[in-house]
């Protein structure tokens, strides 16, 4: 059993997204440059969020070991000069993205939530990558499209709009506060169809 020393333990498990990010930035605020947080979590899409997180922080992330479902995230933390949040700055509304929909303009509906969180509901026609899996699957999206990025509260698409930006994509904006307030159409999957009967 491999054993990670930190300087501190934070308590996430039973937390859906954007929760075990919330409490680690609060968290990671009160640390020295240097100190290692260990964070214990049971949301599966956990440990894609935090790495995505730390890379945009300038924090660095160690690793995650999972043990008996528990997933335990360790990050060290950055000195100021390095750890500054960045933040995508093309943005837009539900209800903007709701009427690019309703004109049937070419766009793409990029879906980086987990996929049960996808399959229970999710936009029509949009593609799911859960962000965990995006760098391994930029080659199934089109370098020149449209892309909006959604999640369930803006965070994640906000780290996949930075990463697929950061890959050479030109035109991306992160929809913000995504699938938690969404009141356009929705779709399920069959699968999810299936299992409420």
Not at 22 to 36: D, M, N, W
Request: charged letters at 25%.
């Amino acid at each position: 059993m491999m054993m990670v020393k930190a300087n501190v333990t934070l308590d996430a498990k039973g937390m859906a997204c954007p929760m075990p990010i919330v409490k680690t930035k609060k968290a990671i605020s009160s640390l020295e440059a240097g100190e290692v947080i260990e964070v214990l979590a049971t949301d599966k899409g956990s440990k894609a969020d935090m790495k995505a997180w730390a890379t945009s922080t300038g924090h660095q992330y160690l690793g995650t070991i999972d043990e008996n479902g528990v997933l335990k995230h360790y990050i060290r933390k950055a000195s100021g000069e390095e750890a500054e949040e960045k933040r995508y700055p093309h943005v837009i509304t539900n209800e903007d993205l709701s009427k690019l929909l309703d004109e049937k303009k070419n766009i793409m509906v990029l879906d980086v939530r987990e996929t049960a969180e996808y399959a229970f509901g999710h936009i029509p026609k949009a593609i799911s990558i859960p962000l965990g899996d995006l760098n391994d699957r930029l080659n199934e999206l089109k370098q020149d499209a449209e892309i909006y990025v959604v999640c369930r509260t803006g965070n994640r698409s906000d780290l996949a709009a930075q990463q697929l930006t950061a890959a050479g994509f030109n035109i991306v904006t992160n929809v913000v506060p995504g699938m938690s307030n969404w009141e356009g159409p929705v779709e399920k999957s069959v699968e999810a169809k299936f299992l409420e009967g």
